[in-house]
């Protein structure tokens, strides 16, 4: 009983990987906030000041699915340098 249910867990665990490396590798193609953005350097597309990798979020969405706040402008982009708008 007990080699049962440790295949049942291992499956799920499997599943669970499956589906979260596939949001990843989508998100990464199509540009989704699931995504990973390799990009080594940051630039503002509103006043194009280039900013390094390393990043303080200033709100949870930030800390959570990447992005940033521009020092000189204060435009809001997320982790793939598009602007958010406020009213998210």
């Known amino acids: ?9 291992l499956a799920a665990l499997a599943a669970v990987f499956l589906v979260s490396a596939a949001l990843i590798v ?3 193609i199509y540009k989704t906030r699931w995504g990973i953005n390799f ?3 940051i630039e503002c597309p ?14 949870l969405r930030q ?6 706040t521009c020092p000189h402008c204060g435009l809001e ?6 602007p958010i708008s406020q009213d998210r």
């Open 26 to 28: 989508h998100g990464t």
């Open 77 to 82: 982009v997320d982790k793939w340098q598009r």
């Open 63 to 68: 800390f959570l699915w990447g992005g940033s």
């Open 39 to 41: 990009i080594s350097s």
């Open 1 to 9: 009983m007990l080699d049962r249910s440790l295949i049942i867990i």
């Open 46 to 59: 509103g006043c194009h000041l280039v900013r390094g990798i390393f990043r303080m979020p200033r709100n």
